[in-house]
């Protein structure tokens, strides 16, 4: 078939079955996003994990010097609404163990070697990063030498930023 034959052959198809050869368009197209979708899907998860290898090699960022910024400085809303907020989640995951005020004195600490940590003792807990806390209570205290300090993997984001908050407001002495 000569080229003018094919060109002319395929006018006539598209006049003659319009609907049906938009819809071939339209479906080529949406095949090709979702490809393009997918792929980019795959290249971000890829980075998060490189991001979490890096993260749990830890050694690697502490000889390379100071953590990236935006780790160390996790931003926390430090306003009554959010650490009213952090208070009642604390009230009823970490207050158990740490007291409702932080002291270290919750029901089950009785059983507890070592106990836990004092959140009122600005002079210890003013040093911890708000990305630091993050990760002992999202991963658990077992990666940082305290196996009985439990991680939370289920709360949100969000949700362990106000915990933060509450933690930061048990502290006379915080400073953000
Ligand atoms: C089963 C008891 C238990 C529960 C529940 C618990 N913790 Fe802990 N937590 C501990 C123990 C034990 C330690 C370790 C004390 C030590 O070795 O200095 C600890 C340590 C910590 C530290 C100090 C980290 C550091 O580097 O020194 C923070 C902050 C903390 N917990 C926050 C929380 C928050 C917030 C919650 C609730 C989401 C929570 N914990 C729930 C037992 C618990």
Request: aromatic share 4%; with cysteine.
């Given at each position: 078939m000569e080229y003018?034959?094919?060109?002319?052959?395929?006018?006539?198809?598209?006049?003659?079955?319009p609907v049906k050869y938009l819809m071939k368009s339209v479906i080529s197209v949406a095949v090709l996003v979702s490809f393009v979708t997918l792929a980019a899907a795959f290249a971000?998860?890829?980075?998060?994990?490189?991001?979490?290898?890096?993260?749990?090699?830890?050694?690697?960022?502490?000889?390379?010097?100071?953590?990236?910024?935006?780790?160390?400085?996790?931003?926390?809303?430090?306003?009554?609404?959010?650490?009213?907020?952090g208070q009642a989640t604390y009230h009823t995951t970490c207050a158990p163990c740490h007291g409702e005020k932080g002291k270290g004195d919750g029901p089950a600490a009785v059983a507890l070697n070592?106990?836990?940590?004092?959140?009122?003792?600005?002079?210890?807990?003013?040093?911890?990063?708000?990305d630091?806390?993050?990760k002992v209570i999202t991963q658990?205290?077992?990666a940082f030498g305290y196996p009985t300090m439990p991680?939370?993997?289920?709360?949100?984001?969000?949700?362990?930023k106000n915990v933060i908050a509450y933690?930061?407001?048990?502290?006379?002495?915080?400073?953000?």
């Open positions: 003018q034959e094919i060109h002319d052959d395929l006018t006539s198809y598209i006049i003659n079955h971000s998860c890829g980075g998060g994990s490189d991001k979490l290898n890096q993260d749990q090699q830890g050694g690697a960022s502490a000889t390379a010097g100071a953590p990236p910024a935006a780790e160390a400085n996790l931003a926390i809303d430090l306003s009554p609404e959010h650490v009213a907020l070592p106990k836990p940590r004092d959140h009122s003792n600005g002079v210890y807990m003013d040093k911890l990063s708000n630091h806390i993050f658990g205290g077992a991680a939370q993997p289920t709360l949100k984001d969000d949700t362990v933690v930061r407001s048990l502290s006379a002495t915080y400073k953000p």
